[in-house]
C-alpha cells in the first residue's frame, strides 16, 4: 500500500500544549511522515520546527499553506515549508471572498497559478485541497474542475479530499480516477451520517466556525469507522498514480481523543495492508 502520512491538524490543539511530546505520541503509533498544517503558529522557525520533527523519527512530506498566506509574502510562506523538507505546498482553503462565487475569481487563478511557479522554481509541487464548496456549479462545470482545467499539471496538482469530494456529491474514487497522473497526494477522511439530514459543511475548521457541529448530525471517523470505502479509494488511487495518503480527522470521534483517532486509523489501515 501506498505510505502513509497524518495531517498535524488532526492534533493541533496537542501540539500547542506539548509541541515535542505529541510528535513521539505520532511516531510512537507507528507514523514516519506527516502533512503540515498551520505550522507557523507554533512560533518555531523552520529548522526548530524540522529538528523536532528529525527527533521523533518523522518526517515532513507536505503541507497546507493559507492561499492568502503565500500571496502577501510568497517566498517567505513557501520558503519555510521548503527549508522544513517538504516536497508538496498545498493550498488548503479558500474564503469565501477567493470562491467561484466572488467577483475576483478568475484573480485568484491567476494567482494559484504564479504560485505554482513560484513553488516549481524551489523544486516542489503546488496541490489543491478541496472542500464541499468547489463541487458548485461554474460555468457549467463544477468550479474544482475549471480550477484544474484553467491551471496546466506542471504548475497545479490535486490533493483530492474524499470526505468533501462525497459530501460534494462525486464517488471519491471515480473522482480520483479522473486526476489519473495527476493525483499525487489523497487525503483518507470518514465520515458517519447514519443519524440522518442533509449532509453538509457544519465543520469546525480552521477558524471559520467557533462552535463544532451538532453531535452526531456528521460525525468525523477514524479511516475505515465511517461510510467510506476505504479500500476502494485507496486501490483508485494506486491506479491514479498517487504517491502518499494523508489520514485527516478535522475532528475527533464521540468519546475519542485527537491521539487515539489517529491510532485507530493507522491500525486499520495497516490491518488492511496484511
Given amino acids: 500500500m501506498l505510505p502513509v502520512m497524518l495531517q498535524l491538524y488532526n492534533v493541533r490543539d496537542e501540539l500547542k500544549k506539548d509541541f515535542d511530546g505529541t510528535l513521539r505520541e505520532i511516531a510512537a503509533i507507528g507514523y514516519k511522515y506527516v502533512e503540515l498544517a498551520l505550522a507557523q503558529s507554533f512560533g518555531k522557525t523552520a529548522a526548530q520546527f524540522r529538528e523536532s520533527l528529525e527527533k521523533a523519527g518523522l518526517t515532513a512530506i507536505s503541507a497546507h499553506v493559507p492561499y ?62 478541496n472542500h464541499e464548496f468547489e463541487f458548485e456549479d461554474y460555468k457549467g462545470k463544477y468550479a474544482l474542475d475549471d480550477l484544474f482545467d484553467s491551471i496546466p499539471a506542471n504548475l497545479l496538482q490535486t490533493e483530492i479530499d474524499t470526505c468533501w469530494a462525497m459530501v460534494g456529491g462525486v464517488n471519491p474514487a471515480e473522482y480520483i480516477l479522473k486526476y489519473s497522473g495527476r493525483s499525487p497526494v489523497v487525503h483518507l477522511k470518514d465520515f458517519d451520517s447514519s443519524a440522518g439530514g442533509k449532509i453538509k459543511a457544519e465543520y469546525d475548521l480552521i477558524g471559520e466556525a467557533k462552535k463544532a457541529r451538532a453531535a452526531g448530525s456528521f460525525p468525523f471517523r477514524a479511516v475505515g469507522y465511517g461510510v467510506q470505502d476505504i479500500p476502494g479509494i485507496i486501490k483508485a488511487s494506486e491506479k491514479a498514480g498517487a504517491s502518499w495518503l494523508v489520514v485527516e480527522q478535522d475532528l475527533p470521534s464521540p468519546g475519542k481523543t485527537n491521539i487515539e483517532c489517529a491510532r485507530d486509523s493507522f491500525e486499520y489501515l495497516k490491518k488492511i495492508r496484511n
Avoid: W
Fill in 68 to 129: 492568502r498566506d503565500m500571496i502577501a509574502d510568497p517566498q517567505g510562506a513557501i520558503g519555510y515549508h521548503i527549508e522544513i523538507g517538504c516536497k508538496y505546498i498545498v493550498v488548503p482553503f479558500l474564503n469565501n471572498e477567493d470562491r467561484s462565487t466572488s467577483s475576483n475569481y478568475e484573480d485568484v487563478k491567476k494567482g494559484i497559478a504564479k504560485l505554482g511557479e513560484t513553488v516549481s522554481k524551489k523544486g516542489a509541487v503546488l496541490l489543491y485541497h
